[in-house]
């Protein structure tokens, strides 16, 4: 299995695309904003054949969602995600407006609503484990790859970080227990790719998060 990152729009999301022999792909938070980050992506998955199976949302805040709508437009493919963010998604416009952004799409319904130890299966065989890690968002999912050592973890865990709880519907104590017992019981080695800046392992946050 292979994996690409790609970092977009002004509030720089990590989006990640994976795949394997067979040419089946997923993509995991898409934050194209911009249409030449648009390009940027569908001319990656164009040129390197790629056919898009699933597509992925950690949670609904809107810089993880911003290019949704055009994940359906192009390749007609609907999140996956939690619904315990919906009310995000349905009332972007407003939410963005007030860090000065015009953003004036409809996000499409979800295709598929996913829950904890739900799975998601592409290619030859390849498994994505939903966990439930909710605490900076009710709908908060962290993806798992056991046969690679790969997390995503969204805005759960960051490199000597946690996601912010201070909106009106995160739970502070709520994330703490859900990293220390759905995410740190992962393997040490266990690579994680979180929704903002670089990459970690559960190792090195189990030794070094002072949030954790």
């Given at each position: 299995m292979e994996i690409k990152t790609f970092t977009f729009s002004p509030i720089?999301?990590?989006?990640y695309l994976l795949w394997d022999e067979t040419k089946e792909a997923v993509l995991i938070d898409c934050?194209?904003?911009r249409?030449?980050?648009?390009?940027k992506l569908s001319n990656f998955i164009?040129?390197?054949?790629?056919?898009?199976?699933h597509?992925?949302?950690?949670?609904?805040?809107?810089?993880?969602?911003?290019?949704?709508?055009?994940i359906m437009k192009k390749f007609g493919i609907s999140a996956e995600a939690s619904d315990g963010d919906w009310h995000w998604a349905e009332n972007i416009a407003q939410r963005v407006a007030r860090f000065g952004i015009?953003?004036?799409q409809k996000i499409p319904a979800l295709a598929r609503v996913l829950k904890h130890n739900d799975e998601v299966t592409f290619g030859n065989g390849c498994t994505i484990k939903a966990i439930a890690v909710p605490g900076h968002s009710p709908g908060s999912l962290a993806y798992y790859v056991e046969e690679k050592g790969w997390l995503f973890s969204g805005d759960a865990l960051f490199r000597c970080s946690i996601g912010r709880t201070d909106f009106p519907d995160s739970?502070?104590?709520?994330?703490?227990?859900n990293i220390k017992e759905r995410l740190f019981t992962l393997p040490d080695d266990t690579v994680v790719y979180p929704g903002h800046d670089r990459t970690t392992t559960i190792g090195y946050e189990k030794k070094f998060n002072m949030f954790v």
């Open positions: 720089e999301v990590n989006s934050g194209c904003f249409e030449e980050e648009e390009k164009e040129k390197n054949g790629l056919i898009l199976k597509y992925l949302n950690t949670h609904l805040h809107f810089d993880h969602i911003f290019g949704n709508p055009f015009i953003y004036d739970d502070h104590s709520a994330l703490i227990n």
